[in-house]
């Protein structure tokens, strides 16, 4: 099996469900850490409860950027993930700490890219007017929620939808996409450079 650690900041819904896949001897990944910038991030608690070994590093106890991602770095060092699942992970990382796990870190994104990259994805569907909303896996790259897609999944926008009723269906989405994507990547079924995507719809 391959070994995945996942980066959280907040409930971790995408976590507990990687964490629930992983509960099948078939699926090809073990999860052996689940790392947070938050220490009151409510999905730390929830992976304890699981056995899964989780660390907190705030920011604010770092005196850089470079400092913080350090001693991730560090921590990581000594479990040998082979890859990072970014599931609600607040944070740009930089390229040096992304060039350490080269083409092995994906994150979930609850649009379809590369339409309403950063924050508040669902308000700015809706108010753009679209009819249909989405999730994405891709790859990490330098830029913000631009690396290459794994897999989307389009989500219809119906009437009278709030961001928080989207964002409530998208999510269900969101796990499944992020299940069935990692099980690929780590399979070795799709290589970072392969058009083939996991694509679903509803
Ligand atoms: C998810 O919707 C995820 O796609 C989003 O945060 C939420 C985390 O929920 N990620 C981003 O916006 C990344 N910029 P979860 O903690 O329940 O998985």
Do not use: W
């Not at 699942?85 to 040096?96: D, E, P, V």
Request: with cysteine; net charge neutral; charged share 25%.
């Amino acid at each position: 099996k391959k070994k995945a650690a996942i980066f959280i900041s907040g409930g971790g819904s995408n976590m507990l469900a990687l964490i629930e896949a992983a509960k099948d001897p078939a699926y090809p990944v073990e999860f052996v850490a689940v790392i947070s910038d938050k220490k009151d991030a409510g999905g730390l608690a929830k992976a304890e409860a699981r056995g899964i070994r989780t660390a907190a590093f705030e920011r604010k106890d770092y005196d850089s950027k470079e400092a913080h991602e350090s001693a991730i770095l560090e921590f990581l060092a000594g479990l040998q993930p082979d890859f990072l699942c970014l599931a609600g992970y607040m944070r740009l990382l930089t390229g040096k700490f992304i060039s350490a796990y080269e083409n092995r870190i994906v994150n979930i994104h609850p649009s379809l890219l590369p339409l309403f990259r950063g924050l508040h994805t669902h308000q700015r569907a809706i108010e753009a007017g679209m009819k249909v909303a989405g999730c994405t896996v891709h790859y990490v790259t330098e830029g913000m929620d631009e690396g290459p897609i794994i897999a989307q999944a389009a989500i219809p926008i119906l009437d009278g939808d709030t961001s928080d009723t989207l964002a409530a269906r998208v999510l269900t989405a969101e796990h499944r996409i992020y299940r069935d994507a990692l099980k690929k990547v780590a399979g070795g079924i799709l290589a970072t450079d392969d058009t083939a995507r996991v694509i679903s719809f509803g």
